[in-house]
């Protein structure tokens, strides 16, 4: 049963581009909501990261906004640079994590 | 500071031999531990997470097993590999219960292919 649903898989941006990643979840009890960024033969690694207190998160470029009556949350990467293009992987969880199936972010010099 | 270390990080076994998979955590005490799988192009299944000593919890059935023999050391085994176990295989901690922000911390993983 998958419980945290990602969208899109792949996601082609130009430089300088929004790139937005969008997840949904189910379980009602979950109370943390992380992102992670991943390269290439390496593992994730957290980027940002939102508790349900509050409806958006800004560190830099990156931005978490959290709707909890839709029980959905998304990843903006402002000004995307070539230097994001990685796989992006949204999670749920109370302790640990349930992963969506992740995004491939290419951005295009 | 805490680190984690995973090994080895590539390995090419032969269907229905056996595996072991080590992950260790350094800087930290009563860690939760956990396993997960990423096929090609997937996302990350959790296989086992871990509580304490011997306490292992399996979220999917399969040809794999975990054990925890000490406070921060996690072992991955299989005692015959199938085809289907190829895939990158990550070891992750978070804090104690209580401490934990919630937040994983991946190691580099091991990239297991069988042939």
């Known amino acids: 049963q998958q419980q945290v649903k990602q969208s899109p898989q792949s996601l082609i941006v130009q430089k300088g581009g929004i790139s937005i990643i969008n997840c949904a979840y189910e379980?009602?009890?979950?109370?943390?909501f992380p992102w992670y960024q991943q390269f290439p033969g390496k593992g994730p690694a957290l980027l940002i990261a939102?508790?349900?207190?509050?409806s958006e998160k800004k560190e830099g470029r990156f931005t978490i906004s959290f709707n909890k009556s839709a029980k959905q949350f998304s990843l903006h990467i402002m000004d995307s640079q070539p230097g994001d293009s990685a796989t992006y992987f949204c999670?749920?969880?109370?302790?640990?994590?349930?992963f969506g199936a992740g995004t491939r972010l290419t951005v295009k010099p | 500071s805490q680190t984690i270390h995973q090994w080895p990080a590539t390995l090419v076994q032969p269907v229905g031999s056996p595996l072991s998979l080590e992950c260790t955590v350094e800087?930290?005490?009563?860690?939760?531990l956990y396993w997960y799988r990423q096929a090609a192009g997937r996302g990350l299944q959790l296989l086992f997470y871990?509580?304490?000593?011997?306490?292992i919890s399996s979220e999917v059935p399969q040809n794999l097993s975990a054990s925890r023999p000490q406070d921060r050391q996690f072992i991955l085994s299989s005692k015959k590999l199938l085809l289907s176990d190829s895939g990158f295989y990550l070891c992750a901690w978070s804090p104690e219960p209580g401490l934990n922000t919630g937040e994983l911390f991946f190691g580099e993983g091991s990239r297991l292919t069988v042939l």
């Open positions: 871990s509580v304490g000593i011997g306490q």
């Open positions: 800087g930290t005490s009563n860690p939760n």
């Open positions: 379980n009602t009890a979950f109370d943390y």
């Open positions: 999670a749920a969880s109370t302790e640990g994590g349930r």
């Open positions: 939102i508790r349900p207190d509050v």
